[in-house]
């Protein structure tokens, strides 16, 4: 029982940190691709950029809040056998990581944080039978946080914008182009930033869970050494981003001038930050893309690729279903050859 419980641990903590490094790997563009996209810095640049930006919002932000991470270790209980549990976490992570790795094969700008909501619930009505094991008051959360996201995301792209091109509108486009391309690179660093302030905490929070479940003390609600942890696998992951998803958000849905891509940084980040402090673990690839979307329409809605950006939503609601029987699936199996 020692022995298979220890496997379970080390194969579900090697699982959570995959998840991590691939949400820092398709991630990257939420935080780069606008900055790219108006040719404000080039794309390699901008991927150690970010990946630093992630791992400074991460360990900075997580010291001071883990309500993501709260929220997290809380949404799904997987019953009181503990070596079934960790089995079931990890049979969710592993859903987690075939969803995503077939999402960045086709260019689609999925969420691993939506992903992994489902990866757990499919998980725990897997172990339980039934929805008995969903914690109703945190999945609020995630389904107020998603409508948050898009309708404030939307919103703040479309107001900055429109003050931002008031208030330069009669300046030479030299300075201006001068200015927001430094502006823009900023914006960047700030949208990586809260990137990697949301996304930790999802996985600390797992890492939290597996230390529960396997009767781990800890000294406190949020180990500084497994927040840095995470924070350095996000950021790797960031830094070797797929060039065939920053082209879907950046470059395929709608063409952005500098102006527009700080106007899209900024509304991204501030939604973000908003989201984390609430404590409620939100996609920054769907905040960063309604953003870009308001922020298209403020100069025309003729200017956004509806069909790109309708593919996307399409992707967003697959997600839930597709991932969580992704993830009763694999629990079944899981539990079934261990």
């Not at 260019?107 to 172990?127: C, K, N, Q």
């Amino acid at each position: 029982m020692a022995s298979s419980l220890s496997f379970s641990v080390i194969l579900t903590v090697i699982i959570t940190l995959s998840v991590a490094y691939v949400n820092g790997w398709t991630d990257a563009p939420n935080a780069i691709a606008s900055s790219v996209s108006s040719r404000s810095i080039n794309i390699r640049s901008a991927v150690i950029l970010a990946a630093v930006s992630d791992f400074s919002g991460s360990v900075i932000i997580g010291i001071f809040n883990n309500r993501v991470t709260q929220t997290v270790m809380n949404i799904a209980d997987f019953g009181n056998d503990n070596r079934v549990a960790l089995l079931s976490l990890c049979a969710a992570m592993s859903s987690v990581v075939l969803w995503a790795v077939l999402a960045w094969k086709f260019g689609i700008p999925t969420s691993e944080s939506h992903a992994l909501i489902a990866g757990l619930s499919g998980a725990s009505i897997a172990v339980n039978g039934g929805f008995r094991g969903i914690n109703i008051n945190d999945w609020f959360k995630v389904v107020f946080g998603l409508l948050v996201s898009s309708i404030l995301g939307f919103a703040a792209g479309y107001i900055i914008s429109k003050i931002t091109v008031k208030i330069f509108s009669n300046r030479s486009k030299q300075k201006t182009d001068t200015l927001f391309k430094h502006s823009q690179i900023f914006a960047s660093m700030l949208m990586a930033f809260m990137h990697g302030a949301q996304d930790s905490q999802k996985f600390t929070g797992i890492l939290m869970l597996v230390a529960t479940l396997s009767g781990i003390q800890l000294k406190s609600k949020t180990p500084l050494w497994m927040l840095i942890m995470c924070s350095l696998i996000i950021a790797l992951g960031t830094a070797t981003g797929g060039e065939k998803i920053i082209k879907s958000v950046g470059m395929d849905m709608i063409k952005l001038r500098k102006d527009q891509g700080f106007s899209a940084d900024v509304a991204g980040a501030l939604c973000l930050l908003v989201s984390t402090l609430l404590g409620m673990p939100v996609s920054t690839t769907h905040t960063k893309t309604s953003a870009v979307m308001g922020v298209g329409v403020s100069k025309s809605a003729k200017s956004v690729n509806w069909r790109v950006a309708g593919e996307m939503v399409i992707a967003w609601i697959l997600t839930f279903p597709g991932c969580g029987l992704l993830g009763w699936l694999v629990t079944k199996l899981f539990l079934i050859i261990f």
